[in-house]
């Protein structure tokens, strides 16, 4: 199952984890339009590499209205914490109508990209939120499942695409010019979970920068759809 790598510890540490299970049935849509817009209903992160403070890629997160009427209830008039973050982190890992853009704003190694994906699949893990099992599957498999990456590397200008319907799981990666690389289905809660689970687990690279990001009063500025699909 898909997954993004990074950089080392101090980089960069996207989150996909879970076992490839190729479905081969009619893919469900990767557009966004169809979810929530305005504020609460979008997350937005920036990593940045911490020793020279360069932008190495952004994510952004799109929910059903649904999850952001929760959102506003949570986070409307109130400041950061840490129990408002945990509320806020467990509401988001458990969506099952989800839109979410990886933007490389910095080319990187396949090795580099395994490093931080392992490491962001090792905090879900630690978290709960994903088992030993799909743990073992993500560590292992991540080499295999973006090896055209391996000769390729990740450029500047690449993106990756995940929509979640219910437990089914679409992951397409995209690069600068428009060529699709990855485009694969997979389906169960563990597969949703370890993306969510990525994203938002304790001392992820993402977490407090997407919770956090509820809290601005700027306009969301995310696309809803792959320019690739």
């Not at 995209?174 to 060529?179: A, H, I, K, P, Q």
């Amino acid at each position: 199952m898909p997954i993004t790598r990074a950089a080392k510890s101090w980089t960069l540490a996207l989150a996909v984890l879970a076992a490839p299970l190729a479905v081969h049935a009619q893919e469900p849509p990767l557009s966004g339009e169809t979810l929530a817009r305005g504020r609460y209903a979008t997350m937005h992160a920036l990593l940045e590499k911490s020793i020279f403070n360069f932008d190495i890629v952004t994510v952004d997160l799109r929910f059903s209205e649904g999850v952001q009427r929760r959102l506003e209830e949570l986070a409307s008039g109130r400041t950061p914490s840490s129990p408002l973050d945990d509320s806020i982190a467990a509401l988001a890992v458990d969506a099952r109508d989800v839109w979410a853009r990886v933007f490389f704003k910095r080319g990187i190694s396949l090795d580099q990209f395994v490093d931080a994906a392992r490491k962001n699949a090792r905090k879900a893990h630690e978290a709960g939120f994903i088992t030993e099992r799909t743990f073992s599957e993500v560590y292992y498999g991540l080499p295999t499942w973006y090896d055209f990456l391996k000769e390729r590397r990740i450029q500047k200008g690449d993106e990756m695409y995940y929509r979640i319907r219910g437990d089914t799981l679409r992951t397409v990666y995209c690069g600068v010019d428009g060529e699709v690389f990855l485009d694969q289905v997979d389906v169960g809660a563990q597969r949703r979970l370890s993306v969510m689970g990525g994203y938002f687990a304790p001392k992820s690279d993402f977490r407090e920068g997407l919770v956090r990001s509820l809290f601005e009063e700027e306009e969301e500025s995310a696309p809803t759809a792959s320019p690739c699909t």
